[in-house]
């Protein structure tokens, strides 16, 4: 024969030995492709150490990272979601709810906390992606209405950091009615002079940038955070142009004066703590 087929080498004790890698060991950038240990990206705030990437992180890990010493207290953790309208597409609604809450040990897609920034007492409302994409529901807008009650009536910072894919359709109007109702709630704030600040992170999108993401005193959002109204591909289908490079991204929002600040990852608990510093004339 012109050709021979080549044998494969028969390993030692004619068995195959697997190299198993333990599952979580690597972390692949979703931005520059680089394959780093995860401890690694970890260790550097869940921030690639190459080209400045930011992960997704959960909101306890934001809360912890923010807080003093991490520490803080929940609060409204007891508010959960209902199906007004017995909705149902490739599942029901009712069902969603209880997958998810399963899945992340929370009620719906946000958390309120109370605690310490820089001796300071603040309120957070921290969204959570991973609950339905962060989408803002009835528990959404109730739980920061209640944060901006418990600010007004502590005399305390908001800061409210959105991770959200917009509105929740699932809840229809109820979903909707949030966007006045947290609104609202801000605007007394406002009145009374204590300081909100809005942190967005990728991706801030729909009825949350519509609303409350983007009416901070200060609106701060993290290095390359997609955030917008609707989607560029909608966007470009609407008005048939081709749009900038890295529009809806945090720089491009910096630059058009729609945020005020982009902050790193690992300078934004300092930043955070100066601002308040500033707003309430307290130095440490």
């Known amino acids: 024969m012109w050709f021979r087929q080549k044998k494969k080498p028969e390993a030692q004790n004619g068995e195959a030995r697997a190299v198993r890698v333990p599952e979580g060991l690597w972390t692949k950038c979703e931005s520059c492709g680089q394959i780093m240990f995860s ?3 970890a260790e550097n705030g869940q921030v690639c150490p190459k080209c400045n990437y930011h992960f997704r992180i959960s909101a306890r890990e934001r809360l912890e990272a923010l807080f003093d010493e991490g520490a803080y207290e929940e609060f409204d953790s007891e508010v959960s979601s209902v199906d007004p309208l017995e909705f149902k597409d490739t599942k029901r609604y009712a069902e969603r709810l209880t997958a998810y809450q399963r899945q992340t040990g929370l009620k719906d897609a946000i958390i309120n906390a109370r605690g310490t920034m820089g001796g300071s007492q603040v309120i957070i409302s921290c969204m959570e992606y991973a609950f339905m994409g962060g989408s803002m529901g009835s528990v959404v807008g109730e739980k920061i209405t209640r944060a901006a009650e418990t600010s007004l009536r502590l005399g305390a910072p908001l800061i409210v950091v959105s991770c959200s894919g917009g509105a929740r359709m699932q809840e229809s109007v109820f979903s909707l009615m949030q966007m006045g109702k947290v609104a609202g709630a801000l605007a007394r704030l406002h009145e009374a002079r204590i300081p909100y600040i ?4 990728d991706p801030t999108t729909g009825g949350v940038t519509a609303s409350f993401a983007m009416l901070g005193d200060v609106n701060i959002a993290e290095p390359k955070a997609l955030i917008g109204f609707a989607g560029p591909r909608v966007i470009e289908q609407t008005i048939r142009q081709t749009l900038p490079e890295g529009f809806q991204r945090s720089e491009f ?8 600040m982009v902050v790193h990852r690992s300078q934004m608990r300092p930043t955070l703590i100066s601002l308040i510093q500033i707003f309430t004339g307290k130095t440490l």
């Open 39 to 41: 401890q690694t990206v």
């Open 198 to 201: 809005s942190v967005m992170t």
């Open 253 to 260: 929002l910096l630059e058009k004066g729609m945020v005020d």
